[in-house]
């Protein structure tokens, strides 16, 4: 029986489609790769679907402040940009974007001179720097091994990020993205969206950290002049 399952996890493993977003559904009843599943892999499926949700949720409040952003990427609707970013089998490579992802993505999101889709090109690196940073999984089985480091570093990437998406300016001065907003009523909720993804992937890298005896090294930045970490 130990060497069936043994066998399963092997095939499960070589057969997973890397590259895509996770499922935001969970199987109901009983489902036989449940065996092959240890109370860790559970957890790092909970917390990255968490994480692509709030991703998602990132998505559509950007391209709700910045409809034109869409447009240039020539999807008919904000929901239709999202769907291609989320629900099609890309393995997050956009000839838009030159077929780049991960931190490459995102440094394009926020170049001044970048003339395409910038929400695009930020979730696309967010969302695909986070799975390099999960072995670029979709589901997880008992031979699949997490790096605390990979996603201790991805939290860091993803603080950096939003400061950047906060403070950049084309050369007129104005936001390349438009984001939170300061006023009478202040509209903080992507600074609360990109909190929550943080504090998952910490969560899961304490996690990791605790159960596989890893150190992982903590790393302090001036935020001004913090450069991404390496996620892999």
């Known amino acids: 029986m130990a060497c069936l399952m043994l066998a399963l996890a092997v095939a499960l493993g070589g057969c997973s489609s890397p590259g895509t977003a996770p499922s935001e559904q969970r199987a109901r009843g009983f489902d036989l790769r449940q065996l092959l599943k240890t109370d860790i892999n559970r957890v790092a499926e909970r917390h990255q679907q968490h994480v692509f949700a ?26 239709a940009a999202i769907s291609r970013i989320f629900d099609e089998k890309h393995r997050w490579r956009f000839a838009s974007l030159g077929n780049r992802r991960d931190l490459d993505a995102m440094q394009i999101a926020l170049h001044p001179e970048y003339r ?13 720097m986070v799975q390099t940073a999960l072995g670029d999984r979709e589901v997880f089985y008992m031979l699949d091994d997490l790096e605390p480091q990979h996603i201790y570093n991805a939290a860091r990437n993803v603080e950096i990020a939003a400061w950047k998406l906060a403070t950049a300016r084309d050369p007129s001065g104005r936001p390349l993205l438009l984001s939170n907003e300061m006023g009478e009523v202040a509209n903080l909720s992507f600074e609360r969206e990109f909190g929550r993804i943080i504090g998952l992937l910490d969560a899961l890298a304490d996690i990791v950290e605790d159960e596989t005896d890893r150190t992982v090294t903590r790393v302090v930045q001036n935020l001004g002049t913090a450069v991404f970490l390496p996620v892999y």
């Open 54 to 79: 709030s991703l998602r949720r990132l998505a559509d409040k950007l391209y709700k402040r910045n409809p034109g952003e869409w447009r240039k990427g020539g999807a008919g609707s904000a929901e």
């Open 116 to 128: 395409g889709d910038r929400v695009q090109a930020l979730v696309v690196g967010l969302a695909s």
